[in-house]
Each structure stands twice: as structure tokens, then as C-alpha cells.
């Protein structure tokens, strides 16, 4: 029988931990018919078997359970021999405060349950099979490794892995470890008691490692020299090199440069450039890095435990001389396969397709991230819109359920979910409470039609429920009626002139309107969420309590003088963001939605601007006012900008970026999937597709892709019809032909659309 083990002592610093055990197979790994192991760990783990890396885990997750990874005779037979097999566990077992999206107890600890089932001399026949269970019990031994020591870098970066340095040759201190608890079905004992690690099974794959890539050599100087990439990444560097025994290599980790304009300012420029500049530095102020100390031998191999994000690496060489054998890397991210694609007539869209691929894997690991060189967390709004991103790239639905699973299990005693999820340390941000509601509400229009997704959905309406309570406690009734002050981080975008992203007021404690915009628009999704569960009731309360906060809306911050709708009911400052969440609450439709959208993006210098943050929801709000064809261009300006500066991975914002990888940034994935070659899920589960493509919004010639649905790949392609087989409309020509193939081989030809033509196809 299997327990948890762990060490004796109670480590106040973070460390490597070695689990290991020798298990004897007495018949050749070609007779194993199957094979099954079981492993978790505390606090992070990588399983070798004879020497070869097999897996890692645990995968992140709640506080309240452990994943725990299961491994068969694919992972797991490749590398068995018979004889003497050696299993090792690399654990890393973190400090307090310190990489804050994994969990962690007092002690170093791990489980392992394996089964290998064979046949005798290969022949199929029940006299000649046998079973070979083995699993962490005392019989295993654990060391320490002294030779490494972790920094653990100030500010935002206690959510990143520690940085490493590794003192030459391995230091192995043998720990003594104890038997102390048995998993039981389902984590709780007979009295309801939990373990001290609940156990569930991973719910994603492993990630996924690319082929090595060599970096390319791009500046030099005295005791340094700098590597590209080539592309922006999250990968495992690994770096073999020569050198004076003691010398110290220094590994540091950047997304872009800086250089310095004619004012002495530092800036982003072309994120391609090679400088010569001595004086252009790595960006940012809070940098991550590791360092390697030259053994006796004179050789050393380095690999960092947790992949890494970067487009550069800058290697600092101190007390002797080094020299570089290899230096390469390895790609790491949720597994992508290559599905939904986009092409057109204009290269700058191919161009933003990729770029926008490239973000979200970027961004897409055990978890949804916002940004991986910063801040490796989930956060809720992020993940809504990486989520909605993902799935026009990719069918799978297990990152996105893992998604709104993880941040749903975040929810604390007022209703409030918090702001990012998994983490030791509590943040809430009263608006991302109705993004979760928001992108379940997304989640139920692309996941698989079963009663298995019913279910699922089902189980979250008490999260949805009490999150939406969490703004009645709030609501100040005795004066505005609105969403009103309450104790948290009141964040709605990153604009100018907005203290902390909070629009002017809010500090004061006065109501949002855009927050009281989002908790209607918050409502009506859940509403569609109760209704497809099967509550019809709970759905019309829902539905019922939106209609009464868009009136009081309307009538405590409608600025009838200026037609649009004040930051706050008392001050007279407008925002695109209150029209847009107008637009998406109904609390204008029709007409008034249009030209409420059209006076919000008239050239006017009082307007606060959105954001990448609040970008996708821009471009639904025009689309739902029916003004996307006028506008949508021009908002995509930001995105050619960065394509300019030679940007692999959409930035935080345009202009002066902070992070060089911000999975929420990824719009032009959506417009080109969903508004260009106009498809999207008309009935939940994807039951039905609407296409409806915008081809001449942006100007094309010709688009073509294909877009992922639970039935497989719809491929749509759109051309311009020659001019002069078209009747005369405006002077230009308007009009296109549209094919379309389906997941069963059928197919779908048409000529003579326009722009806003309707198709409606039955999938499910």
C-alpha cells in the first residue's frame, strides 16, 4: 500500500529534494502489457526513471486538492530495463512567499502508486500473466542537494519559480523521511476529515517541449555576450559550456531592449534590432536570472527547473574565462496542435494571426497566465478572454473547464472570487468576479453538447449565485441604487490619468457606473447560463434583476446634454467604457446603441480610451451596434504598431509596454476567426455555426481558414468577385463568393454575398 512520505525536518529555505527507490523486474519490459503510475508531490516535482525525465507535476491547481499525474507504458516502458530500475523524484519544495501559484505544506513530501501488469515469455494466456505493484513506503531514500541555492526575486516576481545557482559539483545530505498518511477515496475519511493532500486527477496534459533551438549569437563585450531567440518564448534554456573552475556565469532573462532617445530617455524600439549601443539595456527593472559556478572539472550543464520567458538572454561571466559549447532551448507550452489558421490577401493579418497564436501559448501553460515573464498567474479576467482566444485556435476544451474550475474554487465568504487563482496570498478585484461569470457563460457557447458539459455547468451555479450576491451587499441603496463602494482593489483599465486603473471618484468611494454596466451585462449572461442548465426560474429572477439596474442607470448616469454616460453618477467624465458595457448590459440597444458608440468614438479630447484590457470588448460593442465596419480598422491601429516595432507577442499596451507578452491582447485572433471569416457558435455546444463574414471590412482581397469546433475543423474560404460581374454599389465593388467544407466532408458554395449575409448551418 502506497503512502505519502516525507522528510523528518521542517526546511525554512527552499531546496532540491531527491526521492529515489530501486525496483527489480525479473522479465523484459517487451512482456509489459501495461502499465500505470500514480505521483504527486509537495511542492513541485520532475520523475526520472533510470536517469531519463518521464513527466512533472504536480499540476496547479486549488489549495483545497493536489493533482496528481498518471503515467502508462507510453511515458513510462521506453525507458524500464530489466533488472535494477532506479525512480527518482526531483522535488522542489518552496519557502514561504515565494512562487505563490504553488502550494505548499511545511515538509518536503511525495506519493507514488505503480502498477506494471506483464506477460510470462510474451504469450497471451491468463496462466502466464503477473502484476508488479510498488509505491513510496519507507523503502525509500531522500537527499538534499546542497549545491543549489534560489533567489527569490523581490516585488511581483515572488509569482515566477526562484531563480537558481547552482555551487559546482552535487552536495547530496541524506534527510531521514516518515510514513505518515494513506490517500483515501475521494481525500476524506469516514468522519469527513480530509487528508492532508486530497487527491484529483490532472485534468490537463503534460506540456509540451518543442525541438531544441539554437540561440543566435547577438552582441558581445568584455565578460558578456547576449543571445536571441529569435522569436519571443516560454522554453527550458540549456547552456553547456568550459571554463575556470569557480568561474561564475550568470544567466539573465529579458523580453526586449532599451535604448535611449535623443533626450536621454530609455524606450522600446525595434524588438528585432541589434544594438551596438553600449549603453542599451535589458528591460525591465525587476529582472529573473540564474547563475552557474564552474565545477573542478572545468564543465558544467545547466537546465532551470521551470521553463522560462524571454526573447533575449545575457550570459555575465566573473572570476575566469568560459566558453560556450551549446547554448539552446526547448519551447514549452499547453499542448497546441496546429488547427485553426487564418490567411488573407493582406500579409499584415497573417502576420497578427501568428503573432496572436504565439501570446496565447505564451500565456497557456498548467493555467492561463497574464503575462509569464511577470506575473505566471491567473486572473480572471485574462483568462477569460485568453480562454476565448484559445478556442478559436484550438478544439480542446480541458485548459479552458481547468479555467473556470480553478478561479471558481478562488470564491470567498461574501461571493467574491479572487482576483487570480491558484495562489497563497488573497487579491480581489470586485469586476473579475463578473468576468468568471462572463467567460462561463463563453465556455458553455464552445464546449462539447453532452450531458457530461450539463453537469459540469450545473455544478458552478452556486459560485455564480453567490458571486452576483457579493454586489447586491454591495450596492448603495440609500443613495444611487448602484454597485457602491466597498473595501477591494476597484480596477477597470489601465488608462491615463486613472489613479491605480481606477476611474476618478472611485477612490472616494462613488459608485462605478461601469462596474454597475458590468454586474447587468454580469446578470444577463447569467441568466443564459441558468437557462441552459434547465432553471428557467432562477433565469427570470436573473433576467429580472438586469432590467432594474439598467433603469436605475439610465437614470442616475445617462448626461443627456452630452448623450453619453458619466465614469461616475456626480462628475461629468465620459469613457469609452461605460458606452461599451452599455452596448453589452442592453442598457441602450438599437438605434440609441449606434449612436451612443458614435459620438463615444468621435475625435473628442474629454473621452478616456481603452486599453488592451478592455480592447476585445470594444470591438463587441461596435459590433453589436452595428457600426463594426466603420470602426474596427481604425481600432486595430494599436495591433500595427506593434507589428512595426517587429513584435512577436502582443504587448501590454502599444506605446510604452511593460510586459512584451499579455495573453489578453490577443483580439486579432478573434476578429479574424470570428468577424472576418464571420463564424461563431449560434447555438451553445456549437450545435449550430453562423457564418457572417466582414471581408471587406479590413480591405482583403481574399481570406481562408478553419475554425475549431467539438465536431472538428470547419475550413471557409472568401474571394472578391471580379468587378465586372457585379452590379454597381457605390462605385465599388462589393461583393464576394463564399466556400465552405464541414467536419463530415460536406461542403457549402455561394457568389454574390455581401458583406453581413447570414448562413446558418446545423452541426450537432
Not at 534560489?150 to 547530496?172: M, Q, T
Amino acid at each position: 500500500m502506497s503512502h505519502w512520505i516525507r522528510t523528518v525536518s521542517k526546511p525554512v529555505d527552499t531546496h532540491f529534494y531527491y526521492f529515489k527507490k530501486e525496483i527489480e523486474l525479473d522479465f523484459e519490459p517487451l512482456s509489459v502489457r501495461s502499465v500505470c503510475i500514480k505521483v504527486c508531490a509537495d511542492s513541485r516535482y520532475r520523475l526520472y526513471v533510470n536517469g531519463a525525465f518521464a513527466g512533472e507535476g504536480p499540476c496547479q491547481g486549488s489549495e483545497y486538492s493536489r493533482y496528481y499525474e498518471t503515467y502508462t507504458e507510453k511515458e513510462i516502458l521506453p525507458l524500464l530495463r530489466r533488472g535494477k530500475n532506479e525512480f527518482c523524484l526531483k522535488v522542489l519544495h518552496l519557502e514561504e512567499n515565494s512562487f505563490i501559484s504553488i502550494y505548499k505544506r511545511s515538509r518536503p513530501a511525495m506519493w507514488l502508486e505503480g502498477e506494471i501488469n506483464y506477460v510470462l515469455d510474451c504469450q497471451e494466456s491468463p496462466g502466464n500473466t503477473g502484476k508488479y505493484d510498488f509505491g513510496s513506503d519507507d523503502s525509500w531514500t531522500c537527499m538534499r542537494d546542497d549545491s543549489v541555492t534560489f533567489r527569490h526575486f523581490p516585488g511581483i516576481h515572488i509569482s515566477v519559480a526562484p531563480g537558481e545557482e547552482h555551487w559546482g559539483d552535487p552536495k547530496l545530505e541524506p534527510e531521514a523521511i516518515q510514513r505518515f498518511e494513506t490517500p483515501s477515496p475521494g481525500g476524506y475519511n469516514i468522519f469527513g476529515l480530509a487528508d492532508a493532500y486530497p487527491l484529483e486527477e490532472r485534468p490537463v496534459p503534460q506540456l509540451e517541449y518543442g525541438e531544441e533551438k539554437e540561440f543566435a549569437l547577438a552582441r558581445k563585450g568584455e565578460n558578456f555576450e547576449e543571445y536571441d531567440a529569435g522569436v519571443y518564448t516560454t522554453a527550458l534554456p540549456t547552456l553547456k559550456l568550459r571554463g575556470t573552475p569557480g568561474a561564475t556565469v550568470k544567466l539573465t532573462y529579458s523580453e526586449s531592449y532599451l535604448v535611449r532617445n535623443e533626450k536621454g530617455e530609455l524606450y522600446k524600439g525595434l524588438r528585432d534590432a541589434v544594438y551596438t549601443d553600449p549603453e542599451a539595456v535589458f528591460s525591465g527593472d525587476r529582472v529573473v536570472y540564474d547563475v552557474v559556478h564552474i565545477p573542478e572539472s572545468g564543465a558544467a550543464e545547466f537546465t532551470p527547473f521551470w521553463y522560462k520567458a524571454f526573447r533575449f538572454v545575457r550570459l555575465d561571466v566573473s572570476g575566469g574565462e568560459i566558453s560556450v559549447d551549446r547554448f539552446s532551448y526547448r519551447p514549452c507550452f499547453y499542448p497546441f496542435p496546429q488547427e485553426g489558421y487564418f490567411r488573407s490577401s493582406d500579409d499584415r493579418f497573417e502576420e497578427m494571426w501568428k503573432v496572436s497564436v504565439n501570446t496565447v501559448k505564451c500565456c497557456a501553460h498548467e493555467i492561463y497566465v497574464d503575462c509569464p515573464y511577470y506575473e505566471q498567474q491567473e486572473y480572471d479576467m485574462d483568462s477569460c478572454l485568453e480562454m476565448l482566444f484559445t478556442q478559436r485556435m484550438i478544439s480542446d476544451p480541458r485548459l479552458p473547464l481547468k479555467g473556470v474550475t480553478d478561479l471558481a474554487r478562488s470564491q470567498i465568504f461574501n461571493g467574491m472570487l479572487q482576483a487570480n487563482y491558484p495562489s497563497t496570498m488573497t487579491q480581489i478585484i470586485p469586476n473579475f468576479t463578473l468576468f468568471w461569470v462572463i467567460m462561463l457563460r463563453e465556455y458553455v457557447r464552445y464546449a462539447p453538447a453532452t450531458a457530461a458539459t450539463v453537469r459540469q455547468v450545473s455544478s458552478f451555479l452556486g459560485t455564480v449565485d453567490k458571486a452576483l450576491e457579493a454586489f447586491e451587499i454591495f450596492r448603495d441603496r440609500d443613495n444611487y441604487g448602484l454597485a457602491g463602494a466597498n473595501p477591494y482593489w476597484n480596477f477597470v483599465d489601465w488608462v491615463p490619468g486613472w489613479p491605480v486603473g481606477i476611474t476618478p471618484g472611485g477612490l472616494e468611494g462613488e459608485p462605478l457606473t461601469v462596474s454597475s454596466m458590468m454586474f447587468t451585462a454580469a446578470l444577463r449572461n447569467a441568466a443564459e447560463i441558468a437557462e441552459y442548465c434547465g432553471r428557467s426560474a432562477r433565469a427570470a429572477e436573473y433576467r429580472s434583476r438586469a432590467e432594474e439596474m439598467a433603469a436605475v442607470i439610465r437614470e442616475r448616469c445617462y448626461d443627456a446634454e452630452a448623450g453619453l454616460f458619466r465614469n461616475t453618477p456626480s462628475r461629468r467624465e465620459f469613457s469609452e467604457h461605460t458606452a461599451l458595457w452599455a452596448v453589452l448590459a442592453d442598457v441602450v440597444t438599437g438605434e440609441d446603441a449606434r449612436k451612443l458608440m458614435e459620438r463615444t468614438l468621435e475625435d473628442r479630447p474629454d473621452m478616456a480610451r481603452c486599453s488592451f484590457s478592455m480592447g476585445f470588448f470594444l470591438f463587441r460593442a461596435i459590433e453589436k451596434a452595428g457600426v463594426y465596419d466603420k470602426y474596427a480598422p481604425k481600432l486595430l491601429a494599436g495591433w500595427q504598431r506593434m507589428l512595426d516595432n517587429h513584435c512577436t507577442t502582443w504587448c501590454e499596451n502599444p506605446d510604452s509596454p511593460r510586459s512584451e507578452c499579455h495573453g489578453w491582447s490577443s483580439a486579432p485572433a478573434y476578429e479574424l476567426s470570428a468577424l472576418v471569416l464571420g463564424a461563431f457558435p449560434a447555438e451553445d455546444g456549437y450545435k449550430k455555426l453562423r457564418i457572417r463574414p466582414h471581408l471587406f471590412t479590413y480591405g482583403t482581397e481574399w481570406a481562408e481558414g478553419a475554425v475549431p469546433t467539438p465536431y472538428g475543423l470547419v475550413r471557409i474560404s472568401l474571394r472578391r468577385e471580379a468587378a465586372a460581374e457585379q452590379e454597381p454599389e457605390s462605385g465599388a465593388a462589393k461583393r464576394f463568393s463564399i466556400d465552405v467544407k464541414f467536419p463530415d466532408g460536406s461542403t457549402f458554395g455561394k457568389s454574390g454575398c455581401v458583406d453581413g449575409d447570414e448562413f446558418l448551418f446545423r452541426l450537432g
